[in-house]
């Protein structure tokens, strides 16, 4: 009965009349819960012997959904008590509170989608889901990976791997704890993103996927949300990865690649010898203008010399009072010793709007007189010196990034968080080694 709600629709009203007036109560009142006649090709899992079950797609493309009905496959039985396939499920998400919110509260999560009879019992100070047949279901965050090693299980699903903050670990230590039973899978549930532990996991032998763009599931989203989208998006790096679900090769002649930006991540340290906080500020900040780009940089001294942390990405989009704000209290929470700002429009405006929400704040103006490409290249040159390593993920900054050339911006809209990180490290490594602690004109 694979898909048989896309042949009922294309049949027309004659042939779903035909088909539910056949059907006796039971069955009629069976039929919302059952998941092979409404799901859609991408949301049904391949034939054969797989281990992993990658659902590639756009935003609200129905990989939730997706995930939610193949765990329910996996631990229900023919009767609400008979055991299924699988026993022990490992739910993993970004972190724990959205793993809570998506995958087991969410309108498309486990508890909306089990029926009445076979529904499960969220134990919240357990983390897990216990259902009527004795199978469990444990929650994780990726951001511990070490809380996966010890238990084990005969399924699991994970949901938006690629933007966990430690994927390659989490990955590969719940890898090691689908151990049970005589064929353990996983599914995972995600909009791509060109991230090594994407890559190897769709190159790997075992794995097998299905993939749909944000359109193909438009009858369950909200009125003219796919036409605004598109409208703004179409066409875009962004809305291909983003709309469309696709995987992105990098950009050609980009400064960063986020292969090598997944290699730069790490634990920073408690103590930085200065902070720096970058702003590209929006001006206007009405309808429709660029966002303030606001970047974080700390600097340790280590035997080779100094070296930076990209600490937070706390860019905002509003007016000069909303980032205003948000440069002082990003100010205020790591201690910044510097804030610099583009003042090539605005000029005095920009301080003046600083010093009215943080009237002690260490302030530089900063007026860029080159491109954009030629501004990012020499800080280009401190990450592959390793000079620069991240502190997280910090998607939209690194996606920025992975789309600057020498020629320019090669990704949507305006690279507001890439200038912010530039001027912030031209203030942190490159200008003190230059010129003291002068900062010129770029």
């Known amino acids: 009965m694979r898909c048989a709600a ?60 997706a995930g939610a009905e193949w765990v329910r496959g996996m631990v229900e039985g023919d009767r609400p008590l008979d055991p299924g396939r699988a026993r022990r499920v490992a739910l993993v998400g970004e972190t724990y509170e959205q793993a809570v919110r998506v995958m087991i509260e969410g309108e498309s999560g486990l508890l909306a989608c089990s029926p009445p009879d076979r529904r499960p019992e969220w134990k919240a100070t357990a983390r897990k889901l216990v259902w009527p047949n004795g199978a469990e279901a444990w929650v994780y965050s990726a951001h511990d990976p070490e809380a996966l090693r010890g238990p084990q299980f005969d399924a699991a699903w994970c949901d938006e791997l690629a933007k966990w903050p430690k994927a390659a670990a989490a990955w590969a230590q719940l890898r090691f704890c689908l151990r049970l039973g005589d064929d353990p899978r996983a599914v995972v549930t995600t909009t791509p993103r060109n991230v090594a532990v994407l890559r190897d996991l769709l190159a790997a032998p075992d794995t097998v996927r299905t993939h749909a763009p944000t359109d193909a599931n438009r009858a369950w989203l909200a009125p003219g949300f796919v036409e605004t989208v598109r409208r703004q998006y179409g066409g875009t790096r962004f809305g291909r990865q983003e709309l469309d679900g696709e995987l992105l090769e990098e950009v050609e002649g980009a400064f960063w690649s ?4 997944d ?23 009405g309808a429709g203008s660029d966002a303030t780009g606001i970047v974080v940089v700390g600097v340790e001294r280590t035997p080779e010399g100094r070296r930076a942390w990209v600490l937070e990405d706390a860019t905002v989009a509003g007016r000069p009072a909303v980032w205003a704000d948000a440069v002082a209290a990003a100010s205020r929470r790591w201690g910044a010793d510097r804030v610099v700002a583009e003042g090539n429009q605005g000029g005095e405006l920009i301080e003046q709007v600083l010093r009215q929400v943080a009237p002690d704040l260490s302030y530089r103006r900063v007026t860029a007189r080159r491109s954009k490409g030629a501004r990012a290249e020499p800080v280009s ?56 602690p002068t900062i010129r004109h770029l």
């Open 6 to 65: 896309g042949w009922l629709a294309s049949g027309g009203p004659e042939a779903a009349d035909r088909l539910l007036a056949g059907l006796s109560d039971n069955a009629l009142a069976a039929l919302p819960w059952l998941w092979p006649f409404w799901a859609m090709a991408h949301q049904l899992p391949p034939d054969g012997a797989w281990r992993t079950w990658v659902v590639l797609g756009g935003r609200g493309a129905g990989k939730t959904r």
């Open 258 to 261: 986020l292969r090598q930006l």
């Open 263 to 285: 290699g730069l991540r790490g634990e920073a340290p408690e103590d930085f010898e200065r902070v720096v906080i970058g702003v590209d500020p929006a001006v206007t900040g």
């Open 381 to 436: 040159a401190l990450y592959e010196q390793g000079r620069v390593r991240h502190a997280g993920t910090f998607r939209a900054l690194e996606d920025e990034m992975a789309a600057m050339t020498a020629r320019g911006f090669r990704g949507a809209g305006s690279p507001d968080r890439v200038d912010a990180l530039v001027w912030a490290l031209w203030a942190a490594l490159i200008e003190p080694a230059r010129a003291g």
